[in-house]
């Protein structure tokens, strides 16, 4: 394992969400931990993130990824056959559409961690969390916009014991933001 973690400060957190930043989401309620993994120095960063969700074993896992139009089919019928609860969120834009899942198990997280990889490092947003579905979408003015009008985003509203993850752009680390202490999970 090559891995290096940065503890990220909570005043580099924007109440708006950043599109191209940190975070290009919006999040509600408290942040005390925010931890970036790097992944760059990783030969196997998908076997490497399902193994510590396996280790850390805080199922059910809650999942807000945004898939690309031409893998929507294939992802639905994995998701039939493993017995995976989704919902999809209608599209904002053209090529791909959002996915709210349930992951009840470490062989369905490992079966799907692959779709939610590369759609995470293909710059879609790809976020999930432990045991409470944390997700919504709303709109919401962003940080650094050209324009002064709010956009459709998707909301994570941490509680007192969230914990939610985010595959960074171009799949170079994947960041924890916390109210638990990470360290003991």
């Avoid at 089919?73 to 834009?93: A, R």
């Avoid at 470490?106 to 579905?133: C, I, M, R, T």
């Avoid at 459709?152 to 993850?165: A, D, L, Y």
Wanted: charged residues 25%; contains cysteine.
């Amino acid at each position: 394992m090559k891995i290096e973690l940065e503890i990220i400060p909570n005043d580099s957190i924007s109440d708006a969400p950043d599109e191209g930043g940190y975070f290009p989401f919006a999040i509600d309620g408290p942040k005390k931990y925010i931890v970036e993994c790097s992944l760059i120095r990783e030969a196997n960063p998908e076997k490497l993130t399902t193994q510590w969700m396996q280790q850390i074993n805080q199922f059910p896992i809650f999942v807000m990824a945004e898939i690309y139009n031409d893998q929507r089919k294939e992802l639905e019928q994995d998701c039939e056959s493993l017995q995976v609860h989704y919902e999809t969120i209608p599209p904002e834009k053209k090529n791909d559409c959002f996915y709210k899942m349930k992951i009840e198990n470490h062989e369905q997280f490992n079966a799907l961690f692959p779709y939610f990889y590369g759609n995470g490092s293909s710059n879609n947003l790809v976020l999930w969390s432990f045991k409470h579905d944390v997700f919504s979408n709303g709109k919401r003015k962003f940080a650094n916009s050209r324009f002064d009008r709010e956009k459709q985003t998707v909301i994570v509203n941490m509680k007192s014991t969230s914990c939610v993850f985010w595959i960074s752009y171009d799949g170079y680390s994947i960041v924890a933001i916390s109210n638990t202490n990470i360290i003991t999970l």
